[in-house]
């Protein structure tokens, strides 16, 4: 039996729960190393991955031309090989939805790694909708967000690589890791009731992973769901299509820290407040997921 000396620490969301602002501090601990590329996706199998797709503008693009890596070598060499020990973050939130990517972890402890999940989680319908709003802002979904609800629940959007954003708030992936996993590897955390940006929090964080206490900056980065404008949203999509050319070129520690800094400017000077949505789109939505659990 391993004597584990390496974790790696699958954050699969929920989309828009904070994930951004976990991972920004957990990374100031010495022992905790980001991927090069915040969410590869990669362990998601190939023979699913080829059947999903995304949205440019109104028409599909499949999943190898979305930006993501789905080479395995490319994957082991974004965490640099697991050379050194401590804890590594797998960020990606569609495993939330693609259960199937437990089914690659065999290979990872096979290397002597230790797995760990980190599942945040918020008001469903809040999650929901700030989803939407950030899935129109980079180009993602050109619905408005009753069709989008209603396409998901006929099976139109059966594919999409988001899966929907009723799936994309469901805790079964929780289920899933449970029939594999014992309860001491998960740990789930609803960002509503835990202030994730205190030193108690990471302090039990940092004893869940097992490294040792640590003094964090607090004030950290957080990719906020917002309506952005015109040049905002463009600008957002345009970073999208870069990304998809070559992300391991272009979604790298030093360009991800220079479009933080460029989204915080968006958000201080540029950005407009959200739109209302109206009690028929909420009560559709909670009935559904109420439907779905």
């Known amino acids: 039996m391993h004597q584990y000396r390496k974790t790696l620490l699958i954050i699969p969301g929920l989309p828009r729960c904070a994930t951004t602002a976990v991972v920004n501090l957990l990374t100031q601990h010495p022992d905790v190393f980001s991927s090069n590329i915040k969410e590869p996706h990669t362990l998601i199998p190939e023979v699913e991955r080829s059947k999903l797709w995304g949205f440019d503008g109104e028409s599909k693009q499949s999943f190898s031309k979305l930006g993501f890596i789905d080479d395995e070598e490319q994957y082991l060499k974004n965490f640099d090989f697991f050379k050194e020990p401590g804890v590594y973050i797998d960020a990606s939130t569609l495993y939330s939805v693609h259960h199937s990517f437990l089914n690659s972890l065999e290979n990872i402890e096979a290397k002597g790694i230790a797995i760990k999940f980190l599942i945040l989680t918020r008001d469903p319908f809040k999650r929901a909708y700030s989803h939407y709003q950030f899935s129109v802002s980079r180009g993602e979904d050109p619905r408005n967000f009753s069709d989008a609800i209603r396409e998901e629940l006929s099976g139109e959007s059966d594919g999409w690589v988001i899966g929907g954003y009723l799936k994309g708030s469901s805790l079964k992936v929780v289920d899933a890791i449970l029939e594999r996993y014992s309860d001491d590897t998960i740990k789930i955390v609803d960002i509503m009731n835990d202030d994730i940006q205190s030193q108690a929090f990471m302090s ?60 915080c400017f968006l958000n201080k000077y540029l950005s407009k407040p959200k739109g209302e949505i109206s009690d028929e789109e909420r009560q559709l939505y909670m009935r559904e997921f109420g439907r779905l659990k």
């Open 204 to 263: 039990d964080l940092n004893h869940f992973l097992g490294v040792s206490d640590f003094q964090y900056d607090l004030d950290v980065y957080g990719n906020e769901s917002k309506e952005y404008g015109r040049i905002g949203g463009f600008l957002r999509k345009l970073a999208r299509k870069f990304r998809s050319f070559n992300p391991v070129l272009l979604d790298n520690k030093l360009t991800r820290s220079f479009f933080n800094y460029f989204i």
